[in-house]
């Protein structure tokens, strides 16, 4: 049987809309940020900024562990 962690997601500026800011769910051990983003959808509206977890850059292949915070910005664009 596979385990169970805890993550926190935070999403930022556009990607709240509609969603929400802070969110704790449960996924299956082995789960990467690049399965969360897919599931949530973000980047179908706008491409991603940033990614941190745990208050560090990091790649969509990341393999989050029980406790992390992962945050999400969208590409922001102004001058």
Do not use: C, W
């Not at 940020?33 to 949530?40: A, M, N, P, Y």
């Not at 509206?45 to 745990?54: A, C, H, K, Y």
């Amino acid at each position: 049987m596979s385990k169970q962690i805890h993550i926190t997601l935070k999403l930022f500026a556009q990607y709240r809309e509609g969603r929400f800011k802070v969110e704790q769910r449960i996924y299956t051990e082995g789960v990467t940020t690049g399965d969360i983003i897919k599931e949530l959808g973000v980047t179908q509206e706008l491409p991603l900024g940033v990614l941190m977890v745990n208050s560090r850059h990091e790649k969509e292949d990341y393999i989050l562990r029980e406790g992390d915070t992962l945050a999400l910005f969208p590409k922001v664009g102004g001058g």
